[in-house]
């Protein structure tokens, strides 16, 4: 059966990697019944003015770029009132989606097999105050400045290295956060260096929580919050713990809610799916319940 699908390229995304098999994934597309339209990003919020103007018309709205692209797409969709399936086509360079969903990474031909193989699952989507989303993380604090503040020549020259080797340089200016936290059935107060609402199994590429610890279509989201550990020796045994998915610490929290409200004492850096989000005294983060379906 034909379907309509929209292909939306971030040209700049896995350093231009998708070219040599995208020939060969529209190919595979077209010959599985998909008639599909290129739409090429050329800025920054492209994505979600394609994906909100356009999408309506189309079954099926894929993107190929990282997780930037896709969650731009998102929002684009979220402003929908009837929403075309989802799907995914990843080359950027942390992937915490396609890890998440067990996509093929910077692969369009695997990618493509997988858009007509694979099977539309509910999707939870984050939301950032009042009119903004992100696809799977809100979070502030010790290492979510590292997507963006890695330098893009580096991007291009190490790819995931880059983020590894500025989140390691990050290490030595670790800032503390008085936070009031609310959610579901709780309050915190405390000094916190990092804070976030996540709907992912992959954090920055490099934390990874079990998959009995998260449903993408549950309506529900992971809280996590990290304590202050005082000292930088004591935020890298931390970090250890939580690399090797052992969470059996005071120094952290993470439970699962609806919603969370964050207020500080200053205005905070936040990031949403690895890009800027702006400063915030006052964040109110939600987890809208599956409104999108997406294929994998």
Same mark, same amino acid.
């Given at each position: 059966?034909?379907?309509?699908?929209?292909?939306?390229?971030?040209? &700049?995304? !896995?350093?231009? /990697? $998708?070219?040599?098999?995208?020939?060969?994934? *529209?190919?595979? @597309?077209?010959?599985?019944?998909?008639?599909?339209?290129?739409?090429?990003?050329?800025?920054?919020?492209?994505?979600?003015?394609?994906?909100?103007?356009?999408?309506?018309?189309?079954?099926?709205?894929?993107?190929?770029?990282?997780?930037?692209?896709?969650?731009?797409?998102?929002?684009?969709?979220?402003?929908?009132?009837?929403?075309?399936?989802?799907?995914?086509?990843?080359?950027?360079?942390?992937?915490?989606?396609?890890?998440?969903?067990?996509?093929?990474?910077?692969?369009?031909?695997?990618?493509?097999?997988?858009?007509?193989?694979?099977?539309?699952?509910?999707?939870?989507?984050?939301?950032?105050?009042?009119?903004?989303?992100?696809?799977?993380?809100?979070?502030?604090?010790?290492?979510?400045?590292?997507?963006?503040?890695?330098?893009?020549?580096?991007?291009? &020259?190490? !790819?995931?290295? /880059? $983020?590894?080797?500025?989140?390691?340089?990050? *290490?030595?200016? @670790?800032?503390?956060?008085?936070?009031?936290?609310?959610?579901?059935?709780?309050?915190?107060?405390?000094?916190?260096?990092?804070?976030?609402?996540?709907?992912?199994?992959?954090?920055?590429?490099?934390?990874?929580?079990?998959?009995?610890?998260?449903?993408?279509?549950?309506?529900?989201?992971?809280?996590?919050?990290?304590?202050?550990?005082?000292?930088?020796?004591?935020?890298?045994?931390?970090?250890?713990?939580?690399?090797?998915?052992?969470?059996?610490?005071?120094?952290?929290?993470?439970?699962?809610?609806?919603?969370?409200?964050?207020?500080?004492?200053?205005?905070?850096?936040?990031?949403?799916?690895?890009?800027?989000?702006?400063?915030?005294?006052?964040?109110?983060?939600?987890?809208?319940?599956?409104?999108?379906?997406?294929?994998?």
């Amino acid at each position: 059966m034909q379907q309509k699908l929209m292909l939306i390229i971030n040209p &700049a995304a !896995g350093r231009g /990697a $998708y070219k040599p098999g995208f020939a060969d994934a *529209l190919q595979i @597309l077209d010959a599985g019944g998909c008639r599909t339209t290129l739409f090429f990003t050329a800025d920054r919020g492209d994505a979600t003015a394609y994906a909100a103007q356009y999408g309506a018309d189309y079954d099926t709205v894929a993107c190929i770029g990282g997780d930037g692209t896709l969650s731009e797409v998102i929002s684009g969709l979220m402003r929908l009132e009837r929403k075309p399936r989802l799907a995914y086509i990843p080359m950027g360079t942390a992937n915490d989606v396609a890890t998440t969903l067990s996509l093929p990474k910077n692969d369009p031909v695997g990618a493509a097999r997988r858009i007509l193989s694979g099977e539309p699952h509910p999707y939870d989507v984050g939301g950032f105050g009042e009119e903004e989303y992100f696809a799977y993380i809100a979070g502030f604090g010790a290492f979510t400045d590292v997507s963006y503040a890695t330098p893009q020549d580096q991007k291009k &020259a190490l !790819g995931h290295l /880059a $983020y590894v080797l500025q989140g390691m340089a990050s *290490l030595s200016r @670790l800032e503390t956060y008085h936070t009031i936290v609310e959610y579901d059935g709780g309050v915190i107060e405390d000094d916190l260096v990092y804070g976030s609402l996540n709907n992912s199994t992959s954090v920055g590429g490099l934390v990874h929580f079990s998959d009995e610890m998260v449903s993408l279509g549950d309506g529900m989201s992971e809280l996590v919050l990290v304590k202050d550990p005082k000292t930088v020796e004591g935020f890298g045994e931390l970090v250890g713990s939580v690399l090797s998915q052992n969470y059996d610490s005071e120094k952290l929290i993470i439970v699962h809610t609806k919603r969370a409200r964050f207020t500080f004492d200053r205005p905070v850096a936040w990031t949403r799916d690895g890009e800027a989000g702006g400063l915030h005294e006052t964040v109110e983060l939600c987890n809208y319940h599956a409104p999108i379906e997406f294929i994998f």
